[in-house]
């Protein structure tokens, strides 16, 4: 009997243990161990639902676990290889146009990159739109809008500059024009004119 008191609670420890893994750190991100693996790659900054999606099905392809496990329930091994994969998803032979760098201007190479990564290099980018002063360096420099869309009535900058309506402008010149006459005819002659006599 006591052997059965002691193996409950080892059993209960370990299911604990399973469930008790509410955060998963993935690519630099901590994630909610409640969501289901799609849900879980769509939290990582470069993953979009498309690529979640094609991501999930190579993992349970590949791997045998099911699109609807819960990212938390996945031991340390099954969380490597997902990470294996969002570092390089052309092994799980993802078609090349889900990946947000293709034909690198550095390498000539497709990649895919997600997090500190991906800022990282599109910051480089951008500074060397401004460096070679291509067309789009000059808008990134002018904190204009840079992918030709309008910028007449959006994207304006600078002190913002109301439209004054007709009462409001006939209020404004009402309030001025009696400021103006308020001394009376004479202003300040007359009591000049009074301290000669």
């Known amino acids: 009997m006591a052997k059965e008191e002691e193996q409950k609670p080892k059993e209960h420890q370990e299911k604990q243990k399973a469930q008790a893994q509410s955060i998963v750190r993935i690519a630099g991100r ?5 969501l289901n693996i799609q849900d879980a790659l769509m ?30 329930s996945l031991d340390e091994e099954g969380i490597e290889k997902i990470e294996g994969l969002l570092k390089d998803p052309k092994q799980a032979k993802i078609p090349l146009y ?3 760098r293709r034909n690198d201007r550095e390498t000539g190479e497709n990649l895919h990159l997600v997090g500190t990564d991906l800022i990282v290099k599109v910051k480089q980018d ?45 209020a404004q010149k009402a ?9 009376g005819g004479g202003g300040a002659a007359a009591p000049a004119a009074e301290a000669k006599k």
Do not use: C
């Open 175 to 183: 309030a001025k024009a009696p400021a103006k006459t308020a001394g």
């Open 43 to 72: 939290q990582i900054k470069g993953v979009g639902y498309n690529l979640a999606s094609a991501l999930s099905i190579s993992i349970r392809d590949m791997y045998n676990i099911p699109k609807s496990t819960k990212i938390g």
């Open 30 to 34: 901590d994630i909610d161990g409640d």
């Open 126 to 170: 951008i500074d060397n739109d401004i460096k070679i002063q291509s067309w789009r360096g000059f808008r990134h420099r002018w904190g204009q809008k840079v992918r030709g869309q309008k910028t007449r009535s959006t994207g304006r900058t600078g002190a913002t500059v109301g439209v004054t309506k007709k009462a409001a402008e006939e």
């Open 98 to 100: 889900l990946l947000n």
